[in-house]
Structure formats: C-alpha cells, structure tokens
C-alpha cells in the first residue's frame, strides 16, 4: 500500500483546510489520519471504513475535523474547519489491514497555522 498525502501549508486561524490521501496497492480495512506537533509525539486524529461508512474521531478534533472517503478515486481526505495554531503539524495518512490498524504509512504534509 502507497499513501501519498497533500494538501499542507500555511493558513490563517480560523480558515479551513482540506488535505487528501492518495492510496494506491491492495485493499485496506482502514485509513486514518495522524499528527505531529514540532517536539510532541505523533497522534491519532481520526479512522474511516475503506468503505467509508465508519468513522472515529480523537475527542480533541471531532467538533472541527471531518474524515471521508473517496472510493471511486481512492482517496482519503481530512477536513479542517475553523483551524487553530495549534493545530500546526505534519499530518501523516495511515492504512490498516483491520479496523483502527496503521500497518502503512505516507509521508506527512505539513500544516502551518498562523494567528
């Protein structure tokens, strides 16, 4: 599996922000999306369904952040509205061969959020 997301840069708080995932290989259960803030550890944002029926959501982003799926295209994109500073990170997409599984990794994009 091939995960190539995009999408990231510098925006302004209170903008929104749209990033995809491109997926590419075999058929997965799960994708997700992650992030990782300058010195802080990656974390979990959200998971969808391949099919994109399922979703979860970390309790910090669900008011503002939507996942969704794209099965015609086999994309995954992650919707950010009324973004934050402090939602400055590289946001990494994530693949599963089960449910909430993160088997394969894309490269991050990174998101800059000025105040």
């Known amino acids: 599996v091939q995960l190539q997301a995009s999408g990231g840069g510098l925006v302004q708080a209170g903008d929104s922000l749209s990033l995809s995932c491109a997926a590419s290989g075999r058929t997965v259960a799960t994708y997700g999306w992650f992030r990782q803030a300058p010195g802080k550890e990656r974390k979990f944002v959200a998971f969808?369904?391949?099919?994109?029926?399922?979703?979860e959501y970390d309790d910090s982003v669900k008011d503002r952040f939507t996942i969704s799926r794209d099965n015609a295209k086999n994309m995954v994109y992650l919707r950010i509205n009324n973004i934050q500073p402090e939602d400055t990170a590289v946001y990494y997409c994530?693949?599963?061969?089960?449910?909430?599984?993160?088997?394969?990794w894309g490269q991050g994009t990174l998101v800059t959020v000025s105040s």
């Open positions: 994530s693949a599963g061969r089960r449910w909430n599984a993160t088997d394969y």
């Open positions: 969808v369904t391949w099919s994109g029926a399922s979703t």
